[in-house]
């Protein structure tokens, strides 16, 4: 591979790709630093965009930064080298949460490039999915994807996705009249004020065109972004009756779990793009630790929900702001 500086372009596409990942509520809480001289990217967490009631211990933040790791390391062999990754770097510095350097691309490598067009075409759906089963041979795909990266995907049925679906509830009932968890959700969504419209402007948070429509009836565990806030022009709908959830699990519950579990969240994710499949996230029970430990796999009652899916057929969801790439990236010699 030639050892020439990358153009400031090139770099800046990279970061572009990587920023297209999810995030809780949206606050896209990275930052990247490219070294020219070493081919290396930095990934940092920006903990000033952390959710101190919703996510006090900063997991699901590590989780989007991971996320936005893993779109970078699908980008980087797309461009057709190989993303040299490490984890946690420096116990020192814990706002570095990986390096990726920019490695010849080897023969024989599990390379991640055909997941590179569902980058830009994932997008969150909060709109009623289909009542249609997801194929057994997808399912073990989806699998798979989560193994490759450490972490453990499962499809919840009978009791105990009746189990998940009432805590996720709960958990709704809870959000709706705790104070903090109403501070976090106003500090990130954007929802046009008559004399001041903000939605289609700001480049971050959940804009309200991004809500999808009230749940009327059903069992899907959709998430009510506007809370007790009115929408003008919001209806409602009846969504589906036999919601389809997925368990992301790691068997630890530190940084670097955390780590994993977001790269793994955002492989399944993009390779369910590509089957066709729509997405949204459940995360409500994941953020009240008594219905978090619930969740858990209750056959080997062992490992840490991370991370709950929604996987259907149906809309896929409209595009998000992203923060500008000169925003989160600083290029150094």
């Not at 920006?46 to 996320?67: Q, S, V």
């Not at 020192?92 to 990986?98: S, T």
């Not at 010849?104 to 994932?122: C, F, K, M």
């Amino acid at each position: 591979m030639s050892q020439q500086p990358l153009p400031e372009e090139r770099v800046t596409a990279l970061v572009h790709d990587a920023v297209a990942a999810p995030s809780m509520h949206s606050a896209q809480p990275w930052r990247f630093r490219y070294f020219q001289g070493s081919r290396t990217f930095h990934v940092r967490a920006d903990f000033d965009r952390a959710m101190p009631h919703a996510d006090p211990d900063t997991r699901a933040l590590h989780i989007g930064c991971a996320a936005a790791l893993l779109n970078l390391r699908v980008a980087v062999f797309h461009a057709g080298w190989h993303p040299a990754t490490r984890l946690l770097p420096d116990p020192a510095d814990p706002a570095l949460l990986a390096t990726v350097r920019l490695a010849d691309l080897g023969s024989g490598e599990n390379n991640l490039a055909p997941l590179y067009p569902a980058i830009h075409q994932r997008h969150t759906s909060r709109f009623p999915f289909e009542e249609r089963d997801i194929p057994e041979a997808v399912q073990a795909a989806l699998r798979d994807a989560a193994h490759l990266q450490g972490a453990s995907l499962s499809f919840p049925t009978g009791w105990h996705l009746q189990e998940v679906l009432e805590l996720i509830e709960e958990a709704e009932a809870r959000n709706r009249t705790d104070e903090g968890s109403d501070e976090d959700l106003a500090a990130w969504t954007r929802i046009d004020a008559p004399d001041a419209p903000s939605a289609d402007t700001a480049s971050d948070g959940i804009p309200q065109y991004a809500f999808g429509p009230r749940k009327r009836g059903g069992r899907a565990p959709i998430r009510d972004f506007a809370g007790t806030r009115p929408v003008e022009g919001r209806g409602a709908t009846d969504f589906e009756r036999s919601p389809h959830l997925a368990l992301l699990s790691t068997p630890g519950d530190r940084p670097g779990d955390w780590l994993r579990a977001g790269q793994a969240m955002e492989h399944v994710l993009l390779l369910a793009t590509l089957e066709g499949l729509s997405s949204s996230f459940a995360t409500q029970a994941l953020e009240w630790t008594d219905l978090r430990w619930p969740l858990r796999d209750p056959i080997s009652g062992i490992g840490y929900t991370q991370m709950v899916l929604r996987l259907g057929y149906g809309p896929k969801g409209p595009a998000t702001p992203r923060r500008p790439v000169p925003d989160v990236l600083d290029i150094q010699p």
